[in-house]
């Protein structure tokens, strides 16, 4: 007799004697089909599932008891906590008892991050090639002024990182930022929040492999196509083996270019104090090459929307955490110092390229940080940089083969993805969330190669402005969900500052950023694009749930 049968059938004469639990491994297979109760459901079971289970209530002097459970005297234990908990989500297979997890409920993600995890995931999405390389041409289209730039910038990525702190720790388990999107405006902006915010780092794992091969086209003789296709499948299969290879790969990867930052800036500064001579020793490039504003403050406000993106990323951290052993602890501390020291990493490297070498003698597109080590003699600045950009490169793949999948798998289990999605391995990993990830990744890939002019050039600028709408949402949702708090008595452990004015304020500069970008010839057609994408993900919810209806 099958162990699934085993549990779900009695002894029918155990069962009516009255104090005796009746051993679970007797049966005939034949016994009436009289489901539970609503109130006696088993978490995680259905009542079909329970279907020739008779219910047979205690009872004290004759009297029904409050509680039934099932004849076979058998409690099932509640599912483990987890970042879908309020779904009823439990793990694959079955239980310790034997009893089957129920075929609807989504499975549990792995809790196997540690905190030094969640601090370096969150910190690797947000430095990559965009300081390394892209910072340069930041630098020439607003000189030393730019400083200013990632100032503004940084401090809208700590005001949004302290919104979803306080949301994440007041609902724990509502899993990422698009569940208290859901929490705070409903169903349909979580739906078109999730599926732009997938969208975006789809695009973004494209765009990472095609960096990543064609830096390493420069070394190694293989068409960059099947770069492509190495690097994704490399990170993809990391993602693939548990949540926690990711960390550590994660973890060291994000360790390695915070070493480069911080030599970076050591040197700078030794250089700065006269260690590579007199010429050095001065500050003078910040003022002396037409001021400090040398294309005046709309050039500094024009910059911001491009050093945005670079700091894109941060809010992975929510993400990750939910995945940790403490949850709660760890958005905390990710969400209030992340955003901070990933400012400084910027701003102190940006200050030491400026104070350095003129801004004038940024060439766009190519890494600042070589040009100043080049300057001060450093031998073998070209390679050493290559392989940090090569790292911090292949940490933004990694990580947003990460993020697509949690979310996707998140919105599949709230039945805003196909339901297949909603399946882990034997560690917890959604892995039919990674490969369709990786496989939007590699079409990208693909496509920079057969159609850089059109089709990547398409997925580019669709995607470009993605995130600044979530993080409208975001904010939207917080000021939602605080008001409520605050109406019923209620006041948030971990807050936003000076609400309301400063959730406010944050909207008023997102609001800002997407103007700026909107009147822009350059940027334009991100804004026209990226406003299609959600007007099209808003029209396809507004249709499933008529379908519903």
């Not at 190694?220 to 690097?231: E, K």
């Not at 200050?351 to 940080?369: D, N, R, T």
Request: charge should be positive; proline fraction near 7%.
């Amino acid at each position: 007799m099958s162990r699934r049968r085993s549990t779900l059938t009695f002894d029918r004469r155990a069962a009516d004697r009255p104090g005796r639990r009746p051993p679970a491994h007797q049966g005939t297979g034949n016994e009436p089909s009289a489901g539970p109760a609503p109130d006696t459901m088993l978490p995680g079971i259905p009542t079909e599932a329970l279907a020739g289970a008779p219910v047979r209530k205690r009872t004290t002097a004759g009297k029904p008891g409050p509680a039934a459970v099932p004849a076979s005297g058998i409690r099932r234990p509640a599912p483990a906590a987890g970042p879908l908990a309020h779904l009823g989500v439990t793990s694959d297979g079955e239980d310790g008892i034997g009893v089957p997890r129920r075929p609807d409920t989504p499975p549990a993600l792995a809790h196997t991050l540690r905190t030094r995890h969640v601090a370096m995931i969150s910190i690797g999405g947000v430095i990559g090639a965009g300081l390394f390389v892209g910072s340069s041409a930041a630098i020439a289209g607003a000189g030393p002024g730019v400083l200013l730039s990632y100032i503004l910038a940084g401090v809208l990525a700590l005001l949004v990182m302290r919104m979803l702190g306080e949301m994440a720790i007041a609902e724990p388990g509502a899993g990422s930022f698009v569940g208290h999107i859901r929490r705070g405006l409903g169903d349909r902006a979580a739906f078109v929040a999730g599926w732009i915010y997938w969208l975006f780092w789809a695009v973004v794992v494209g765009a990472e492999a095609i960096g990543g091969a064609a830096l390493l086209a420069l070394y190694v003789p293989i068409p960059r196509v099947a770069l492509d296709l190495v690097l994704v499948g490399l990170l993809t299969g990391t993602n693939l083996v548990s949540v926690r290879a990711y960390g550590e790969f994660e973890f060291w990867f994000s360790l390695l270019k915070i070493v480069a930052i911080v030599g970076f800036v050591g040197l700078g500064l030794a250089a700065l104090l006269g260690a590579f001579g007199p010429q050095f020793a001065t500050v003078r490039p910040l003022w002396a090459d037409g001021g400090f504003l040398p294309k005046g403050l709309g050039a500094v406000l024009a910059i911001i929307p491009t050093i945005v993106f670079q700091y894109t990323g941060s809010e992975i951290a929510t993400v990750a955490a939910a995945e940790s052993d403490d949850p709660g602890r760890n958005v905390a501390r990710a969400t209030s110092t992340v955003a901070l020291r990933v400012l400084l990493f910027y701003i102190s490297s940006i200050a030491v390229i400026l104070c350095l070498m003129p801004w004038s003698a940024q060439v766009p597109g190519h890494s600042p940080f070589v040009a100043v080590m080049d300057r001060l003699g450093i031998p073998g600045a070209g390679l050493i940089m290559s392989a940090i950009v090569l790292v911090a490169i292949l940490s933004c793949l990694n990580s947003a083969l990460y993020v697509t999948s949690r979310v996707l798998f998140e919105m599949a289990a709230h039945g805003d993805a196909p339901r297949w999605l909603v399946r882990t391995g034997p560690g917890g990993v959604p892995r039919r969330a990674i490969l369709a990830g990786s496989g939007i990744g590699v079409a990208v890939a693909i496509a920079s190669t057969l159609s850089p002019d059109k089709v990547f050039a398409f997925l580019l600028n669709a995607s470009g402005a993605l995130i600044l709408f979530d993080y409208l949402l975001i904010a939207l949702a917080q000021i939602r969900l605080r008001t409520r708090m605050e109406r019923a008595g209620r006041r948030p452990t971990f807050r936003m500052w000076l609400f309301p004015g400063l959730s406010w304020a944050t909207i008023a500069v997102v609001a800002g950023v997407l103007v700026a970008m909107a009147v822009q010839p350059g940027t334009r057609v991100q804004i026209e694009l990226g406003s299609l994408c959600v007007l099209i993900f808003f029209c396809i919810k507004a249709i499933l749930s008529i379908k519903a209806k």
